[in-house]
């Protein structure tokens, strides 16, 4: 029940920020109509076009950031493992640009350091004494690990903890001090498809398990080829099998095994893990389901950016991922909700049984502080603030836990499906390998998973994931 009430609270949250964004038809994704001024949401004051709510006179965050260009000639690093990639080839400049109201105000530069050795780069420079000033953590289980050596928020930091969605607390409080604040949020359930493609093979949007299996025989049965997946990403090759392990955990096991799982209440060998892992490789082992044998091992070495992109070409019919996904598709793809003409939309992965709960998986990233620095804090405010989630999600498709955002500055209605896709969640669970140890969630979990996907034996991925887990 407590889980419930949070999603409920998630749900209520996020429709809050999204059911202005109906409006919109843009085949894009919704970018913004900047032709006008705006009213920025945490000032009340005109903001120039496209800022999501810039420099006011009093200043940005609702006047907590002066703009005095009191940083000017400081330079605030963000450690991110956001890069460029085919899919996303300016993404570290979208992000850089988000910046641009505060760089305005204050004189700050900002130095995004985008990397796929986030994991590796992380702990050595958190650790080693060389931090970044600012660090942008996907897993709270790395954050809880290197927790000793960040910066605990300053109050006027940590106050904004009220401003986000329910659920997130732990993932950022150590020991009782907060550490970091929520930036960004996706949900996970979610599977990409063609819409003209199933209609031209008659195909409908499965509601059970079982008939996601039916349908995936079906269109092998008709000479297609049913999924494409993708897992490749530096160091962080591995990560995408994980998501699959948490939503057919959570459908097939439950939310109490779920969180039993996670915590480590039950080992990662058990044989309701077993019966998960196997249901995952009767898609992502099957060559049916991928095409070849060799698809099946290409798995590994595609990135994940690109395991989706197939679906455009008719080359396969579904990719499981994300709803971050929808900005990684090709240049000129248009992706929208489900009662869009888009070219791309998405489904809910369905539960195991008509009538079970509808169940979530989600995630997000955290801003912890490697250093103690006005600038510092000034770049975490403005990176958590109403004014950049504006931006966000308008220009690069990004939600966020705020809770307070006004829903008249978002345009996007694939975001407001998003929403509407957790208003009818009955249960929401957080990533598990982002909540897991990091030897395990950011470690082991990967890299046994990627060997199993080119050949590995499903026992012996599971007990050595068990083997590695730190002990108590």
């Not at 595609?302 to 971050?324: E, L, N, W």
């Not at 248009?334 to 869009?340: E, M």
């Not at 957080?430 to 030897?439: E, I, N």
């Amino acid at each position: 029940m407590r889980h419930t009430r949070r999603v409920a609270a998630l749900a209520m949250a996020t429709s809050m920020v999204f059911i202005a964004a109906c409006g919109s038809d843009d085949d894009d994704g919704g970018t913004a109509d900047t032709s006008a001024p705006t009213e920025s949401a945490a000032t009340g004051d005109t903001a120039a076009p496209g800022t999501g709510g810039g420099a006011a006179p009093e200043g940005l965050v609702n006047g907590e950031i002066p703009c005095d260009q009191q940083h000017a000639g400081k330079t605030v690093s963000i450690l991110s493992p956001v890069r460029n990639s085919e899919g996303d080839p300016n993404a570290i400049q979208i992000f850089t640009d988000f910046w641009q109201p505060l760089v305005d105000c204050t004189g700050v530069k900002i130095d995004f350091q985008g990397t796929d050795q986030f994991e590796v780069q992380a702990p050595v420079l958190v650790q080693g004494g060389s931090p970044p000033d600012v660090i942008d953590f996907p897993q709270p289980g790395l954050l809880r690990t290197l927790a000793p050596n960040l910066i605990t928020l300053p109050d006027n930091v940590a106050a904004h903890t009220a401003d986000f969605i329910p659920g997130w607390e732990d993932l950022y409080t150590v020991d009782g001090e907060v550490k970091a604040l929520p930036w960004r949020a996706n949900v996970k359930s979610t599977v990409w498809y063609s819409k003209a493609a199933f209609e031209e093979g008659g195909y409908t949007v499965p509601e059970t398990l079982e008939e996601l299996q039916a349908l995936s025989d079906q269109i092998v049965a008709d000479g297609g080829t049913p999924w494409c997946a993708g897992i490749e990403s530096g160091v962080a090759t591995g990560w995408p099998i994980t998501d699959w392990f948490e939503d057919f955990m959570l459908r097939i096991n439950g939310p109490e095994v779920y969180d039993q799982w996670v915590a480590h209440e039950i080992p990662f060998n058990d044989p309701q893990v077993l019966a998960v892992a196997e249901a995952v490789g009767s898609y992502l082992k099957n060559p049916e389901y991928i095409g070849s044998d060799n698809a099946v091992k290409a798995i590994a070495t595609t990135k994940f950016q690109d395991g989706g992109v197939p679906i455009t070409t008719g080359d396969c019919y579904m990719h499981r991922q994300a709803s971050f996904y929808s900005t990684l598709f090709p240049e000129g793809t248009s992706v929208g909700p489900p009662d869009s003409d888009s070219d791309i939309t998405w489904f809910y992965l369905p539960v195991a049984e008509a009538g079970d709960p509808k169940a979530m998986l989600g995630a997000g990233d955290l801003l912890a502080a490697g250093t103690d620095k006005p600038e510092t804090w000034d770049v975490i405010l403005y990176a958590i603030s109403s004014e950049y989630a504006v931006e966000m999600a308008n220009e690069h498709g990004e939600l966020s836990p705020r809770n307070d955002v006004d829903p008249s500055l978002i345009t996007d209605p694939l975001l407001a499906s998003f929403a509407e896709l957790l208003a009818s969640s009955e249960v929401f669970r957080f990533d598990g390998a982002d909540m897991m140890p990091s030897a395990v969630g950011s470690g082991t979990f990967w890299t046994e998973a990627t060997a199993w996907i080119v050949g590995g034996s499903t026992e012996a991925m599971l007990d050595n994931i068990e083997a590695s887990w730190p002990a108590s």
